[in-house]
């Protein structure tokens, strides 16, 4: 069973390269193409793709309220959005982030590299490379903050090794460098994510970057990582 997908570009040169990447690969197929992001949340109802190759920067309706639409519908919320940029705006990029997008792969990456991140983002798994989580990171999150901040409510029903490997995954960390680092092993690295995914009713690694932003986490583990 192939993996069916959609490509939301408002350049139809975007739209025809990325398809062609795609529809060359015999585990995914492209089911149609969108211009904006209004037309993206009328496929997405109609045609009930796995995946999403969603562009940020649209006329009319955006990347970012079209996936904030998609993940809202409790009947579209099972698609994956990968969000494909030219990383010009990392405001944009964490704003997609925020409204439920899986991942993230940049418009100059290469045919191995775009089809590998649309099989990721299939499977159910977050897409974020250290590198430009971490360049997210250094750009919204303040390094001397005034004050350590109290623990949030939504926080505080994690443990503190719990609240630790967040950070570490927020930072852009594999489960093998967060192994290493705590000295612990693979498994129960992602035994406490599960479980930290779990208790924060959040899909994916990539919603866990963006509670540890939302609720001050690197300012109060600001040594960890």
């Not at 089809?115 to 983002?121: D, E, F, L, S, Y």
């Not at 029903?157 to 570490?168: C, D, M, P, Q, S």
């Not at 693979?186 to 959040?202: E, F, G, Q």
Request: glycine residues 8%; proline residues 4%; charged residues 25%.
């Amino acid at each position: 069973m192939t993996v069916g997908v959609i490509i939301v570009d408002d350049q139809a040169l975007i739209r025809s390269a990325v398809r062609s990447l795609l529809d060359g690969d015999p585990e995914l197929t492209v089911l149609g193409e969108a211009r904006n992001g209004a037309e993206a949340v009328q496929l997405v109802r109609t045609l009930r793709p796995a995946v999403v190759v969603m562009d940020i920067r649209m006329p009319g309706m955006d990347g970012i309220e079209a996936t904030r639409m998609i993940m809202d519908d409790p009947e579209t919320a099972g698609c994956q959005v990968l969000i494909l940029t030219t990383f010009e705006d990392d405001h944009y990029v964490f704003q997609a982030l925020r409204a439920g997008a899986s991942g993230f792969v940049g418009k100059g990456a290469g045919p191995d590299e775009l089809v590998q991140a649309v099989r990721t983002i299939a499977r159910g798994e977050a897409l974020l490379s250290a590198r430009a989580t971490r360049a997210l990171i250094d750009r919204f999150v303040p390094r001397t903050p005034q004050t350590v901040p109290e623990i949030t409510p939504e926080a505080a029903g994690l443990t503190e090794r719990e609240l630790e490997i967040v950070v570490l995954v927020a930072r852009g960390l594999s489960n093998d460098e967060i192994a290493e680092h705590l000295v612990i092993s693979p498994l129960t690295v992602k035994t406490h994510i599960n479980r930290s995914m779990a208790k924060l009713s959040v899909h994916d690694r990539a919603q866990l970057v963006i509670f540890a932003y939302e609720h001050n986490l690197f300012s109060r583990y600001g040594n960890v990582g």
